[in-house]
T-cell receptor, first 112, second 113 residues
Framework: DTGVSQNPRHKITKRGQNVTFRCDPI?????LYWYRQTLGQGPEFLTY????????KSRLLSDRFSAERPKGSFSTLEIQRTEQGDSAMYLC??????????FGPGTRLTVL | GQQLNQSPQSMFIQEGEDVSMNCTSS?????WLWYKQDPGEGPVLLIA?????ELTSNGRLTAQFGITRKDSFLNISASIPSDVGIYFC?????????????FGKGTLLTVNP
């Protein structure tokens, strides 16, 4: 399977714990995006990488959130001191230099 | 910020019927896209539109990019049970440094066999 992959698919954690998600984009895609989706809503943009450079962060991305793409391939999204409001589906998408974004299956986070 | 208004919020139809849904924006977009999302999965791209007025088909799906660049519609003909899911429109402004997508809230489609 050469699509975007995300791990884990599901994560349940207690409030205050740190969590980290991983995204492996389609090979050779330069751009990688993170989105968050809550129930009944469409995905909302969080942050964006071109190769290893993080070029934009949404105001949704509080100081507790950090994303990296150290070698311009896979990316990680870490949430520190999780809150119940962080419960959502976290989606990763990648694209080549053209516009079309392809999404992964997402990581469902539940904060108890 | 930009917001997309997608309608209807939900539809319940009989197998074989045609379906139409649309999306409007307060701002213009250079690209309109339509995605389908199944429960617990990520959105899957259905159709991408790159020019105002463009009409594009993908099997039983047809989508159009409005000439004002502020709207788009998606039609599904002869619906089948596997069309069930949530359909999202998304707008994108290519150029500059960011190609982020702005999504509507989705249309939930239920097809009764």
């Amino acid at each position: 399977d050469t699509g975007v992959s995300q791990n884990p698919r599901h994560k349940i954690t207690k409030r205050g714990q740190n969590v980290t998600f991983r995204c492996d984009p389609i090979s050779e895609h330069n751009r990688l995006y993170w989105y968050r989706q809550t129930l009944g809503q469409g995905p909302e943009f969080l942050t964006y990488f071109q190769n290893e450079a993080q070029l934009e962060k949404s105001r949704l991305l509080s100081d507790r959130f950090s994303a990296e793409r150290p070698k311009g391939s896979f990316s990680t999204l870490e949430i520190q001191r999780t809150e119940q409001g962080d419960s959502a589906m976290y989606l990763c998408a990648s694209s080549p230099l053209s516009d079309t974004q392809y999404f992964g299956p997402g990581t469902r986070l539940t904060v108890l | 910020g930009q917001q997309l208004n997608q309608s209807p919020q939900s539809m319940f139809i009989q197998e074989g019927e045609d379906v139409s849904m649309n999306c409007t924006s307060s701002s213009i977009f250079n690209t309109w896209l339509w995605y389908k999302q199944d429960p617990g999965e990520g959105p899957v791209l259905l159709i991408a539109l790159y020019k105002a007025g463009e009409l594009t088909s993908n099997g039983r799906l047809t989508a159009q990019f409005g000439i004002t660049r502020k709207d788009s519609f998606l039609n599904i003909s002869a619906s089948i049970p596997s069309d069930v899911g949530i359909y999202f429109c998304a707008g994108q402004n290519s150029g500059g440094s960011n190609y982020k997508l702005t999504f509507g809230k989705g249309t939930l489609l239920t097809v009764n066999p």
